[in-house]
Nanobody
């Protein structure tokens, strides 16, 4: 299984970005999917997750109301729409997949990160 994240870049505060994660090797619908981020000097933190069916989502409090996670099973991709971005959203963003909702993300599949930089 391989995950490929893309869509990072430099955006001004208040702007938007859309990240995408392409999955190969297995169908997306067999995974519980998520986005994480790691800011410079900080630990990796949870951002958002979406269930197998796409019917359930979860968000970190820091992004709730601004970010939206979604999945496209036909294209086998997952997206993170980020609006009203803040300088504190600056980080390397990672997409991840795990086989069950209760399983550990650490034991799941991870893509390489994509850098998001928000200028004030």
């Amino acid at each position: 299984v391989q995950l490929q994240a893309s869509g990072g870049g430099l955006v001004q505060a208040g702007g938007s970005l859309r990240l995408s994660c392409a999955i190969s090797g297995r169908t997306l619908s067999s995974f519980y999917m998520g986005w994480f981020r790691q800011a410079p000097g900080k630990e990796r933190e949870f951002v958002a997750a979406i269930t197998f069916s796409g019917g359930g989502t979860a968000y970190a409090d820091s992004v709730k109301g601004r970010f939206t996670i979604s999945r496209d099973t036909a294209k086998n991709t997952m997206a993170l729409q980020m609006n009203l971005m803040k300088p504190e959203d600056t980080a390397v963003y990672y997409c991840a997949a795990k086989d069950s909702r209760l399983g550990s993300w650490k034991n799941g599949h991870w893509g390489q990160g994509t850098l998001v930089t928000i200028s004030s």
